[in-house]
């Protein structure tokens, strides 16, 4: 049975990963959708009454510009959280299929080179699947694909 390991974590990584989670849940949702245009209209309306001076203006430009700033990296810590969970479940997916190649676990650390290669292989195989298909044959084969070193 897998057991969580209990990896000691510093109070500020923990700290972030929980604030960046919460706001990126946050941020995605439709309250954040409808506060955001409320800003927009609230700030639309506003605009007679400071005379649609340089500083209307530039509040919502600065204002704007520091959310997109944050939410940069906000959006990039969890596409970098999913993308890891993601790989560690294919790798696994990979590690229990009879016949798979264990070689590709880490294939994300190959070259560009390499990954051409393979994926040269790979498309080769759809290729020769389709074909077999137009000819009413079927492409549930499972074809062997030669990993050379």
């Not at 000691?8 to 959708?33: I, Y």
């Not at 070259?111 to 292989?121: A, I």
């Amino acid at each position: 049975m897998f057991r969580k390991r209990n990896k000691p974590q510093t109070p500020d990584r923990n700290f972030f990963m929980l604030f960046a989670n919460k706001a990126s849940d946050w941020t995605g949702s439709p309250q954040a959708f409808i506060t955001a245009v409320s800003i927009i209209v609230i700030w639309a309306v506003s605009g007679p009454l400071f005379g649609y001076s340089d500083t209307w203006q530039l509040v919502i430009n600065t204002g704007t510009t520091i959310v997109t700033f944050l939410m940069v990296f906000l959006i990039q810590n969890t596409q970098n959280r999913d993308s890891k969970a993601l790989q560690l479940k294919l790798d696994e997916l990979i590690r229990v299929t009879p016949g798979a190649h264990v070689r590709l676990l880490d294939m994300e650390e190959l070259s560009d080179k390499d990954l051409k290669h393979l994926r040269d292989k790979y498309e080769k195989i759809a290729r020769e699947a389709r074909k077999r298909i137009k000819e009413g044959d079927s492409d549930t084969d499972i074809p062997d694909v030669v990993l050379e070193d």
